[in-house]
């Protein structure tokens, strides 16, 4: 089956520090990615849809500007947390849709990131 | 009120049992309904889609969706230890669902 990647898969930062999380398909190529946090014993939440080579389209309450989404390539895509603070102490989860189509089925997800603020 | 409800567990069954795992749901307009797996600390790997009401079979796991009723369900036949896991279920109204609407998931344990 199709593999999508995350680095790192845990980190753990101080206060006011920038992490960046990085999303790549291996197998497979992906003009749309999709990021989502996960809070213990909660739904995944879509934070916001990156498209390759265009501006990142982000869910209603996130904040762009603290959240910086890159799609570089047909197999990239990275989430900087800027100013981490401890309440975004979460796990992040990416997916990947294949382009060669469209539904459910050719979407996938990384084995998440895992973020300590402290 | 969230629009994807899902029963909470956590669930512990012995092995061989059959689990009944279900969600409900506001949105009518949702058409596509999907169940994913997630293990521990890893991302949500997709068991089963189906679009608009009905049944589906794959091996030992069925899915249904009662659009009449708003209400979903997955259930598993002759459960595993291997199987014990956190099951989400998953909506959309488009078949494009990175979109999806997810609910908070039900933590399986299938004891041997």
């Known amino acids: 089956g199709a593999v999508v990647s995350q680095h790192p898969s845990w980190v753990i930062c101080k206060s006011g520090t920038s992490v960046k999380i990085e999303c790549r398909s291996l197998?497979?190529?992906?003009?749309?990615m999709f990021w989502y946090r996960q809070f213990p014993k909660q739904s995944l939440m879509l934070m916001a849809t990156?498209?390759?080579?265009?501006?990142?389209?982000?869910e209603q309450g996130v904040e762009k500007d603290k959240f910086l989404i890159n799609h570089a390539s047909l197999t990239l895509s990275t989430l900087t947390v800027t100013s981490a603070h401890p309440e975004d102490s979460s796990f992040y989860i990416c997916?990947?849709?294949?382009?060669?189509?469209?539904?459910?089925?050719?979407?996938?997800f990384g084995p998440g990131t895992r973020l300590l603020v402290l | 009120q969230k629009e994807v409800e899902q029963d909470p567990g956590p669930l512990s069954v012995p092995e061989g049992a059959i689990v009944s795992l279900n969600c409900t749901y506001s949105?009518?307009?949702?058409?596509?309904f999907m169940w994913y797996r997630q293990y521990s600390r890893k991302g949500p790997e997709l068991l089963m889609y189906?679009?608009?009401?009905g049944n589906k079979e794959d091996g030992r796991f069925t899915a249904q969706v009662d659009k009449s009723s708003k209400y979903i369900s997955l259930f598993i036949r002759d459960s595993q230890p291997s199987d014990s896991a956190t099951y989400l279920c998953?909506?959309?109204?488009?078949?494009?669902?990175?979109?999806?609407?997810f609910g908070d998931g039900t933590t399986l344990t299938v004891k041997p």
């Open positions: 189906t679009y608009s009401s």
């Open positions: 998953a909506m959309s109204a488009r078949t494009n669902a990175g979109k999806s609407t």
């Open positions: 197998d497979f190529q992906a003009t749309t």
């Open positions: 997916s990947a849709r294949d382009m060669r189509g469209s539904g459910v089925e050719t979407q996938y």
């Open positions: 949105n009518s307009a949702f058409q596509y």
């Open positions: 990156s498209n390759e080579g265009s501006k990142a389209t982000y």
